[in-house]
T-cell receptor, first 108, second 112 residues
């Protein structure tokens, strides 16, 4: 059974820092991996989707990598801003399994 | 224009009642989903429909029955509500089951 783990559970950084969020999964037979952000009281917003055949995807200050063989993905956020404060979730698509999320706080 | 809309936003009801949550997407997507987010914020898939056909049905009590009258709608009907059903329920859609998902804002269900 696929298990998805996100580390750290919570992260607090000063504005301007670069940071990395981690996601690991136990079964490498996936179709794709998605990173989402969730703001309090809201639904999820898709940030990046990496197909199983891809190694990374970039959007603006965000870069996500995928290493299927080791069961890992990272989300890199450059030059963090207070508006980046949210919970970040990764999900592996073969039955859509989510991690528990990393709660990010960026302090002005 | 709201891409994925759920109604109602809040639902407070008594144990044992039957209730429905509606979901509509105006994105022309083929695949729709229902998720449950519990009090610890853990998100779990319940159902997935592709072109009105069920493709994922996780271990969900049969009190929960999804209904897809057309590609743009996936409603969730819940019979005999229990205290443990209290959660936030999210609807989502994607162009195919291998494309980014778009989420609604959720329905917060509280059972008294």
């Amino acid at each position: 059974k696929q298990e998805v783990t996100q580390i750290p559970a919570a992260l607090s950084v000063p504005e301007g820092e670069n940071l990395v969020l981690n996601c690991s999964f136990t079964d490498s037979a996936i179709y794709n991996l998605q990173w989402f952000r969730q703001d309090p009281g809201k639904g999820l917003t898709s940030l990046l989707l990496i197909q199983s055949s891809q190694r990374e995807q970039t959007s603006g200050r965000l870069n996500a990598s995928l290493d299927k063989s080791s069961g890992r993905s990272t989300l890199y956020i450059a030059a963090s801003q207070p508006g980046d404060s949210a919970t970040y979730l990764c999900a592996v698509n073969r039955g859509m399994r989510f991690g528990a999320g990393t709660r990010l706080t960026v302090k002005p | 224009d709201t891409a994925v809309s759920q109604t109602p936003k809040y639902l407070v009801t008594q144990m044992g009642n039957d209730k429905s949550i509606k979901c509509e997407q105006n994105l022309g997507h083929d695949t729709m989903y229902w998720y449950k987010q519990d009090s610890k914020k853990f998100l779990k898939i319940m159902f997935s429909y592709n072109n009105k056909e069920l493709i994922i049905n996780e271990t969900v009590p049969n009190r929960f029955s999804p209904k897809s009258p057309d590609k743009a709608h996936l409603n969730l009907h819940i019979n005999s509500l229990e205290l443990g059903d209290s959660a936030v329920y999210f609807c989502a859609s994607s162009r195919t089951n291998n494309q980014p998902q778009h989420f609604g804002d959720g329905t917060r269900l509280s059972i008294l």
